[in-house]
C-alpha cells in the first residue's frame, strides 16, 4: 500500500534535486487484493450446480435459497429453473411459489425484472405445473 | 428485579395467554403452543422477507385432509386446483410476501395519542394561569410602561445601535 507512495515520492525527490521536470513512468499494477475475482457465468454455474444435486435434502434447498437471497442480486433464471426443479424433486410446491415471490419482491423497485424472470421460467412454470403468486392471488392483500 | 420478574410473569398470563394459546390457534399452529411461551431452543418459523424459506413449515400437525393433500403434492401438479395450491402454500408459510410488508395503521393511534398528551398538557397550564398565578406585576401595566419607555428615551439607552437610536429626537417620533 505504501509502495507507489514512496515511489513516487523519491521521484518527486530527484526531479527536485536535479531541477528539471523527471517524470518516472506510473507503476503499472494498483495494489488491489490478488484473489480472483468470480465471473457471473461461474456464480450462476457455481448456484445452478448447488440446486441440480439429484438427492438435494430440504434443508440444502433452504440453505441454499436463503443464502441467494442475501445477496445484493437478483438471481438469474437459469438458477431459479434448477432451484425449482429441485422443489419438485423434493415435492414442495410451497417452496417454489415461496421463491418465485422472494425474486419478485428482491427486484424492489425494478418492477422490469419480475416478468422477465416468468417470462424465461415459463416453459419451467408450465412443465412443472407451478402457479406464480399472481395466477393464486397471492399478489394482492 | 423481582418486581420486574413478576411483572413479565403477570404480563405473560395476562396478555400472551389469550393470544397464543387459544384453542383454534393452537389446533393451526404447528408450534408447540402447550408450555405459555415459545420455546428458542428448537427451530421456529417466522416471517422474514429476507428468508423466504424457514425452518420448519408454518403448521406442522396436520389432520388428516391435509395430510391427503400433502400425499396428492407428490404426484404431478398439474393435478392440482389452485384452492389445493394455496392450501399447500398456507401449510407451509403464514404470511404472504405483500401481507408481510403491508403496513398498519398504528401510527394515526401513536400521533392521536401524542395530541392527546399534549392537549391535556395545555389544559393543565391553561388552568394554573387563571387559579395558580396570581396578578400580573403592576410595571407591566400601559401607562407604567408607557412612563418607563419615556424615561429610557430621555436617559438615551443603547444610543448607538439599539433602544433610543430608533428614537428620532429631532421630530419626536420613532424612525
Not at chain 1, 531541477?19 to 518516472?24: A, L, W
Not at chain 1, 423497485?109 to 395466477?135: A, V
Request: aromatic share 10%; net charge positive.
Amino acid at each position: 500500500m505504501f509502495r507507489p507512495v514512496v515511489r513516487l515520492s523519491t521521484s518527486g525527490v530527484r526531479s527536485l534535486t536535479r531541477t528539471r521536470p523527471c517524470y518516472s513512468a506510473p507503476s503499472a499494477s494498483r495494489c488491489y487484493s490478488h484473489a480472483k475475482v468470480e465471473t457471473d457465468e461461474e456464480f450462476d454455474a457455481r448456484w445452478v450446480t448447488y440446486f441440480s444435486k439429484p438427492d438435494i435434502d430440504a434443508w440444502e434447498l433452504k440453505k441454499g435459497m436463503n443464502t441467494l437471497i442475501g445477496y445484493d442480486l437478483v438471481p438469474e433464471p437459469k438458477i431459479l429453473d434448477s432451484a425449482l426443479r429441485a422443489c419438485r424433486r423434493l415435492n414442495d410446491l410451497a417452496s417454489a411459489i415461496r421463491i418465485l415471490e422472494a425474486v419478485k419482491d428482491k427486484s424492489g423497485p425494478h418492477k422490469d425484472i419480475y416478468p422477465y424472470l416468468i417470462q424465461e421460467l415459463q416453459p419451467t412454470l408450465i412443465e412443472l405445473g407451478i402457479s406464480t403468486p399472481e395466477d393464486l392471488g397471492m399478489d394482492i392483500l | 428485579m423481582l418486581t420486574s420478574r413478576a411483572l413479565v410473569r403477570g404480563l405473560k398470563s395476562g396478555f400472551w395467554r389469550p393470544l397464543s394459546s387459544t384453542s383454534s390457534v393452537q389446533a393451526a399452529h404447528g408450534k408447540d403452543m402447550s408450555p405459555d411461551v415459545l420455546d428458542p431452543s428448537v427451530p421456529q418459523y417466522n416471517n422474514r422477507l429476507d428468508t423466504p424459506l424457514s425452518d420448519v413449515p408454518f403448521v406442522r400437525n396436520l389432520n388428516s385432509e391435509q395430510r391427503q393433500l400433502k400425499e396428492k403434492e407428490k404426484e404431478p401438479w398439474t393435478k392440482l386446483t389452485k384452492e389445493e395450491k394455496i392450501a399447500l402454500y398456507r401449510l407451509a408459510h403464514e404470511l404472504t410476501y405483500p401481507e408481510m410488508r403491508r403496513g398498519s395503521s398504528e401510527w394515526k393511534t401513536v400521533l392521536g395519542g401524542v395530541f392527546i398528551f399534549l392537549g391535556f398538557s395545555g389544559m393543565l397550564v391553561w388552568w394554573q394561569r387563571i387559579f395558580v398565578f396570581g396578578e400580573v406585576p403592576h410595571t407591566l401595566s400601559d401607562e407604567w410602561v408607557e412612563k418607563q419607555t419615556q424615561r429610557m428615551i430621555d436617559m438615551r439607552i443603547n444610543p448607538v445601535g439599539g433602544f433610543a437610536y430608533h428614537w428620532d429626537y429631532v421630530k419626536k417620533q420613532w424612525k
